[in-house]
Nanobody, 122 residues
């Protein structure tokens, strides 16, 4: 009853920028943590960035710090990953995950999108 959908991926050249969006829909009472992960061919999925609840600072993997910005839009149940100065090693499928509670009587659970491809050419 909760759906997570990513959008905004594509192909760019080295040094280019992309903006990924992720929106949660369905029965939602509250959203805790919002985050992005990515997985490159032949590699394990790795954490990219986290937008905690309001009042806490966002966190970034060292490989993207200073180049990526995670933006939380609570009213829209949306999290954005603004990526600039992209490099070929940023090529991956990017996944959005949100920790969501569907009602005040339920517990928080982890929901994930299907992933979206980002390709950076040399």
């Amino acid at each position: 009853q909760v759906q997570i959908a990513e959008s905004g991926g594509g192909s760019v050249e080295t040094g280019g920028s992309l903006r990924l969006s992720c929106v949660a829909s369905g029965v939602i009472d509250a959203i805790s943590t919002m985050r992005w992960y990515r997985q490159s061919p032949g590699k394990e999925r790795e954490w990219v960035a986290t937008a905690p609840v309001i009042g806490s600072a966002p966190m970034y993997h060292e490989s993207v710090s200073g180049r990526f910005t995670i933006i939380r839009q609570n009213r829209k149940n949306t999290v954005v990953l603004q990526m600039k100065n992209l490099r070929p090693d940023d090529t991956a499928v990017y996944y959005c995950g949100m920790v969501i509670r569907q009602s005040v009587w339920s517990s928080y659970e982890d929901y994930w999108g299907q992933g979206i491809q980002v390709t950076v050419s040399p």
